[in-house]
């Protein structure tokens, strides 16, 4: 039997019991994150699509997996405390309160991005 490479269904499925509404929420908050942090000025999928448009347009998952590691410490630091609020169902000014560090340089971290590659625009596709 020969062995043969696949992407292991937890991949894409993180758990058994997850309904689509609940892939659906997971999906929407990676991209979130992915749009948060600015991936898109990584990112080279999808012809530059992603850069033209400022936000994440293709899978969040395989951006955050790919590049957050490479944010700053600080930074990294707000992403993780993102998903920490979503699990424990946590609002916003809640995770402001708790990482206030995190937030400051998360929210460094955008206007140096907006001064690289210009401010993101609200409700269109920039």
Not at 5 to 14: C, G, M, Y
Not at 108 to 124: K, N, S, V, Y
């Amino acid at each position: 039997m020969t062995e043969q490479a696949t992407t292991p269904l937890a991949t894409f499925f993180p758990h058994p019991t997850v309904t689509p509404a609940e892939r659906d929420a997971d999906f929407a908050l990676l991209r979130q994150v992915a749009d948060s942090a600015g991936f898109f000025a990584l990112c080279r999928q999808g012809g530059g699509r992603c850069t033209r448009e400022k936000r994440c347009r293709g899978n969040p998952r395989d951006c955050v997996g790919r590049f957050a590691g490479l944010l700053p410490e600080e930074v990294h630091g707000w992403i993780e405390a993102t998903f920490e609020g979503y699990s424990d169902h946590l609002g916003f000014e809640a995770l402001a309160e708790k990482y206030p560090d995190e937030l400051a340089a998360m929210v460094e971290w955008r206007a140096a991005l907006d001064i690289a590659f210009g401010p993101r625009r609200r409700g269109g596709t920039a």
